[in-house]
């Protein structure tokens, strides 16, 4: 579902990534740990498409998407969240949302708002009730009415992973989805992901989390990929325990 193949991103003098290929088969929730400065977040701007690897490609079932752009990739089904939550801070919760819905279009434009078009109204509610179902499920609803911009990191890494399942995504990135939640949040993040059909590929420092929540982990280290397996094998690879686990 998501393959990366022989990528490179050299930032000047720095290489991020070097030679990385890794492949994701559909509906499996992958973990990506390593130290910081290890290429995971720039892995990610590549998969989206934010960042062309200098080189490599990228496929998305099966497609060759490297030409493409950020917003092709997520017509295809592709949503993430950031390591600095990105929401809409002068909308509220709701709004941010019901934003995710919007560029299927189908409300009939400005025509449908000046004649009062029954379909519209209809195609309108039936979003608020869509968004506000996803908000039950990440234990936001009660803050609909907020402006996202008021609400503590926490809480807006929720709103932000809201906006990334209001449309049922096909492949998810989510990039340290648990700092700054406390434990109780970081339980429901993980149900959350635990419950989701899309292919997952998920960043974290957390290794008790990622352990629990990922089939299998890749470890990045200095742009390389030192180990993938299960997360069991993983843990207790020399390697990686002389690299990052201590
Ligand atoms: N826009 C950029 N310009 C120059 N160098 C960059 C840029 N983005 C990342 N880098 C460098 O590339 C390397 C990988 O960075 P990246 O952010 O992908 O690491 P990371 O694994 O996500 O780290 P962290 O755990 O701290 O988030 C680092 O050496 C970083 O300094
Ligand atoms: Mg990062």
Request: include cysteine; aromatic fraction near 4%.
């Amino acid at each position: 579902m998501i393959e990366v193949r022989d990528v490179g991103v050299r930032f000047g003098g720095v290489r991020a990534l070097s030679d990385v290929g890794l492949a994701v088969p559909r509906g499996q929730t992958c973990g990506v740990i390593g130290p910081n400065g290890a290429g995971k977040t720039t892995l990610f701007d590549v998969v989206t498409g934010l960042r062309r690897p200098t080189t490599g490609t990228v496929l998305l079932d099966g497609r060759d998407v490297t030409g493409l752009s950020a917003v092709r990739r997520s017509r295809m089904g592709l949503r993430r969240t950031f390591q600095r939550p990105q929401v809409f801070g002068r909308l509220t919760v709701l709004d941010n949302v019901l934003t995710a819905l919007e560029w299927r279009g189908g409300g009939g434009g400005l025509a449908a708002d000046l004649v009062g078009w029954r379909g519209r109204r209809r195609v309108e509610r039936e979003r608020r009730d869509r968004a506000r179902a996803v908000l039950d499920r990440c234990g936001i609803v009660d803050l609909a009415g907020s402006y996202a911009a008021d609400l503590p990191i926490g809480r807006r890494r929720m709103v932000e992973l809201a906006r990334a399942l209001a449309d049922d995504p096909a492949v998810l990135l989510l990039d340290e989805p648990t700092s700054g939640l406390d434990e109780e949040q970081a339980a429901l993040f993980a149900s959350v992901v635990a419950s989701l059909d899309a292919t997952v590929l998920l960043v974290e420092h957390d290794v008790g989390f990622v352990m629990a929540a990922c089939e299998r982990v890749v470890v990045l280290d200095l742009g390389k990929v030192i180990a993938d397996g299960p997360p069991d094998r993983v843990r207790e690879d020399p390697v990686v325990r002389a690299a990052y686990l201590g």
